[in-house]
């Protein structure tokens, strides 16, 4: 009798030109779409957190060592740190790739009297600096003409890594920033001290306005603006290497008024999602000057990290009510079975058939249900992953919008990433929603009194 109530159950499953067929499939279809919803977005929302981690990783300073007080070297105050011997000790800890001065602010760039500012980096051209060569990946053109490749197949765009000279008067920025001030790879750009263009304006707006033509040239004449001219070299891709430039040290030196002292350490690590651990372990170690601390790219971004993992969460238990829709359609169609089969219940129950084993019946069928709906779900879910980009792109024409927009999720096509952990919990969620649903009228139907289900049934 063990077989038996699975022999059952695929026999009410049979096709027939009936009400009960028609429920069934719906069922069916309802357990289809939940799970293939929920498989598609669950495998964008892995893949875009991958993604954007990845990203942040691919262009981001893994740490940054600096002061964090105002007032070191001057009288009462912290002793002033040798950041070269600081560099040395840092350089040579075993989990620290390279470690590399740099200056970091805000500068306006000016391009046929289009006025923008910037953050920038400086860095030093050196070639164990590997904050530098990852950057280098991101090239989109370069002075010497980079190729841009496109995969006939699947049709992801590359780019053939090009120079990145940060030697002489040159600064590289994103193609995006370039775009917007209209400036392209080879153009002289001029630069502004963001910190002197702000005291030019305060320095204007202190000269009285009824002050006589002549006075107010010659107290214009005063007023100066540290500006260089530099050369676009090269731009990065934005959607890859986010909206920030790089200019040499030396430069940004300059222009941030640091003489020969630095804003900071960048480290590059061998682990960057260890890069908390490991920058505690330094802190600790008393390597780094009380007046020095530090930032890392988790802290950094922590906050969007953890949106995206919120926003996954929330998605999964907004989702899982079409689930719920799913198990509602299974238990309807169990009702509806166990109604239309109570004179066969009955009979069961009269030849001696134990409660579990009718039970049984009902479940397994319900269970069918829930796994052909489960195959199908994750084959249409799949395969909408498949065409992912094709449909944002047909959705776009027909509506004038973007559904995914660089701006806002900074990748230029909708990633997916399919953990197996997610399959293994949408699968088993449905199918034990399934069965639980099923179970309720199941044990009902179980408990029905053999002569009453005949003379009902008769």
Not at 49 to 62: C, D, S, V
Not at 120 to 140: F, S, Y
Not at 272 to 293: C, H, K, T, Y
């Amino acid at each position: 009798m063990t077989s038996a109530p699975l022999f059952l159950a695929l026999r009410y499953l049979r096709p027939t030109r009936s009400f009960i067929s028609v429920i069934t499939v719906i069922s069916m279809l309802g357990v289809m779409l939940g799970v293939g919803v929920l498989v598609f977005v669950m495998s964008v929302f892995s893949g875009w957190q991958r993604e954007f981690r990845q990203m942040l990783i691919g262009f981001e300073p893994h740490a940054m060592v600096q002061p964090v007080s105002a007032h070191e070297g001057e009288p009462g105050g912290p002793k002033p740190t040798d950041w070269r011997e600081l560099q040395k000790t840092l350089a040579q800890r075993p989990e620290v790739v390279s470690a590399v001065p740099v200056a970091e602010g805000v500068v306006v760039v000016e391009n046929t009297g289009n006025l923008q500012g910037v953050s920038v980096i400086g860095l030093t051209d050196d070639k164990d600096n590997a904050l530098l060569q990852k950057l280098k990946k991101h090239i989109a053109e370069d002075a010497g003409g980079s190729t841009k490749i496109v995969d006939e197949y699947t049709g992801k765009v590359s780019y053939r890594p090009g120079k990145f000279d940060l030697r002489d008067d040159t600064i590289v920025i994103s193609d995006k920033f370039a775009k917007e001030i209209g400036a392209k790879v080879g153009d002289t750009l001029v630069v502004h001290a963001a910190d002197s263009v702000n005291q030019f304006i305060r320095q204007v707006r202190e000269i009285p306005e009824d002050t006589e033509e002549k006075k107010r040239s010659e107290a214009l004449d005063n007023v100066t603006v540290l500006s260089k001219d530099l050369k676009l070299i090269a731009t990065l891709r934005a959607d890859t290497a986010g909206p920030r430039g790089y200019v040499p040290l030396h430069v940004a030196q300059e222009f941030f008024n640091l003489d020969s002292n630095v804003s900071g350490i960048e480290l590059e690590l061998k682990d960057p999602d260890d890069v908390e651990r490991v920058m505690n372990s330094i802190f600790l170690s008393g390597a780094l000057p009380e007046s020095w601390g530090y930032r890392t790219w988790i802290q950094e971004h922590g906050m969007m990290l953890e949106s995206v993992e919120n926003q996954r969460t929330m998605m999964w238990f907004l989702l899982l009510f079409i689930m719920l829709v799913a198990a509602i359609c299974v238990m309807n169609t169990t009702i509806t079975v166990t109604v239309k089969k109570r004179r066969e219940i009955g009979i069961l129950t009269a030849l001696g058939t134990r409660a579990w084993q009718i039970i049984a019946i009902f479940v397994s069928q319900a269970g069918i249900v829930a796994l052909v709906g489960v195959v199908a779900g994750l084959a249409g879910g799949f395969f909408v992953l498949s065409i992912r980009n094709w449909l944002r792109d047909q959705i776009s024409s027909l509506t004038g919008r973007d559904i995914f927009p660089q701006d806002i999720y900074f990748l230029s096509s909708i990633p997916a990433y399919t953990n197996l952990s997610d399959l293994l919990t949408i699968c088993a969620t449905a199918v034990a929603l399934c069965l639980m649903a099923a179970l309720v009228p199941s044990w009902f139907a179980a408990r029905v009194d053999p002569a009453v289900a005949l003379r009902d049934g008769g």
